[in-house]
């Protein structure tokens, strides 16, 4: 079935650092892919998302590419704020189906 | 306009009791769709509510079930709860009929069963 790997966290970065968290599907046919925030005691926010092969996603500094050759959806940002600091989830959603499918989630934190 | 509402915020319960919780879409959005997110991890799809039917279910068991209403608002049932069914339940409404149906998320119940 459909499924999504995130890298393990935490990642603990300080402000202004390059951001990069890894995330990488499996999936049959032509997914859609998200990326959604969680910040504490609150529910999904969605960050950002592209729905074909080599779309870039893009919202508030951040960025992600659709890379169907490497299956993969890495979320990056050139410079963090502390504001930044919640949990991160890479998700899919498979043409003609009703259902997300998320990564166990990144958490991380920026240190001022 | 209101976001996703669900309620209630909390909630802590005792094995083997039940349990309703309830969504309001987004203005606009017919269809409601439910997820469980255990302490650490990603959400799980429960299943997902249309025209007053269940369209698609996730691995869950039968304990737990659903319900829209006429006005699309929903409410998620388990019976017999376990241990294990504590979590963050969330809420996501949708416009069907739109592009690529983007889901809209509330802010969560959070069960605990003890």
């Known amino acids: 079935g459909d499924s999504v790997t995130q890298m393990e966290g935490p990642v603990t970065l300080s402000e202004e650092a390059f951001l990069t968290i890894n995330c990488t599907y499996t999936?049959?046919?032509?997914?859609?892919l998200f990326w959604y925030v969680q910040y504490p005691g609150e529910g999904l926010q969605l960050l950002l998302k592209?729905?074909?092969?080599?779309d870039k996603g893009s919202n508030k500094g951040f960025e992600a590419t659709y890379r169907k050759e490497t299956t993969s959806f890495h979320l990056e940002k050139g410079s963090v704020q502390v504001s930044d600091s919640a949990v991160y989830f890479c998700?899919?959603?498979?043409?003609?189906?009703?259902?997300?499918?998320f990564g166990q989630g990144t958490r991380l934190t920026i240190n001022p | 306009d209101a976001g996703v509402t669900q309620s209630p915020t909390h909630l802590i319960k005792t094995r083997g009791q039940q349990v309703t919780l309830r969504c309001s879409p987004k203005?606009?959005?017919?269809?409601v769709s439910w997820y469980q997110q255990a302490l650490g991890q990603g959400p799980q799809f429960i299943f997902q509510?249309?025209?007053?039917?269940?369209?698609q279910r996730g691995n869950f068991p039968d304990r737990f079930s659903g319900h829209q209403f006429p006005n699309y608002s929903s409410e998620l049932n388990v019976n017999a709860l376990l241990l294990g069914d504590s979590a963050l339940y969330l809420c996501?409404?949708?416009?069907?009929?739109?592009?690529?149906?983007?889901?809209?998320f509330g802010p969560g119940t959070r069960l605990t069963v003890l």
């Open positions: 996501a409404s949708s416009e069907s009929g739109t592009t690529h149906n983007e889901q809209f």
């Open positions: 999936a049959t046919g032509y997914p859609s």
């Open positions: 592209a729905t074909k092969a080599d």
């Open positions: 998700a899919l959603k498979n043409q003609g189906a009703q259902k997300l499918v």
């Open positions: 203005s606009g959005h017919d269809t």
């Open positions: 509510y249309y025209e007053e039917e269940e369209r």
